[in-house]
């Protein structure tokens, strides 16, 4: 196995999960005629914007699983059991960004029927059109604001940590920003703060900075040499032969 390129796809591919991520729920919001704070299904949704941000969002998926699937050859060699759990929370997250994409997609679908509507039959759709958006909502909740804690955040970054494939301080981030993630998902459950809020958001800082730095550190340098080197099984001695003896 080539390590060195390993790394440097695996980095690649966590960058574009935030390039491919904040492209997407931008475009759904402006698309949606939304806010970070407020989506709303205003019934003049811009189709092209949602198809677009539909795009991206599939681009996520694929580069979500992909992450994991790149990196499992390596980190089992460290624990079998992590990262087979590592590639489950990814395929999790995933799953929950399918539910809200397809939400999304239903609602530009509604959007396509309130014009020859009737007042009656367009409210009706309107209060669908909210609930799909909603569905999305709890989507991104569960989905990119609970599964990543644990997915990315501790099991991932406790492998890192256990194997020292990156910096160990690197890797703490992971195991202090996990936590944190889900502290945040628990505060917007139970409304302490909102969705979107400082404090959401200022929880959020140390698993953003674990997942960027990761991408980049594996981009630019690859694992760490020394622990890369341990953990590949060493090479059978040749048994003597009959002529040898």
Do not use: C
């Not at 007042?119 to 569905?135: C, D, F, I, P």
């Amino acid at each position: 196995m080539d390590l060195r390129r390993t790394a440097r796809i695996t980095g690649i591919l966590f960058i574009l999960t935030f390039v491919t991520s904040i492209a997407a729920r931008l475009m759904f919001i402006d698309g949606l005629g939304g806010s970070w704070e407020d989506l709303h299904f205003t019934g003049t949704t811009s189709e092209t914007t949602m198809y677009l941000a539909a795009v991206f969002e599939f681009a996520l998926i694929v580069t979500n699983i992909g992450t994991a699937v790149v990196l499992y050859p390596v980190v089992k060699r460290h624990s079998e059991g992590l990262a087979l759990g590592y590639v489950t929370a990814r395929i999790m997250e995933s799953a929950f960004i399918m539910v809200g994409l397809l939400s999304l997609l239903a609602a530009v679908t509604l959007t396509q029927d309130l014009a020859g509507a009737g007042a009656a039959e367009a409210a009706s759709m309107m209060t669908t059109g909210e609930t799909l958006v909603s569905t999305y909502e709890w989507s991104f909740l569960f989905g990119p604001g609970l599964v990543v804690g644990f997915g990315n955040g501790l099991i991932l970054g406790y492998l890192m940590y256990r194997s020292e494939l990156v910096p160990r301080r690197m890797a703490m981030l992971g195991l202090v920003g996990g936590p944190l993630l889900i502290v945040a998902f628990l505060g917007v459950l139970f409304d302490v703060f909102e969705m979107g809020s400082a404090a959401q958001a200022l929880l959020m800082v140390p698993e953003i900075i674990w997942e960027a730095s990761f991408g980049i550190y594996l981009t630019v340098k690859g694992f760490k040499s020394t622990r890369t080197v341990a953990a590949e099984p060493a090479p059978a001695s040749p048994e003597p032969s009959m002529a040898t003896a």
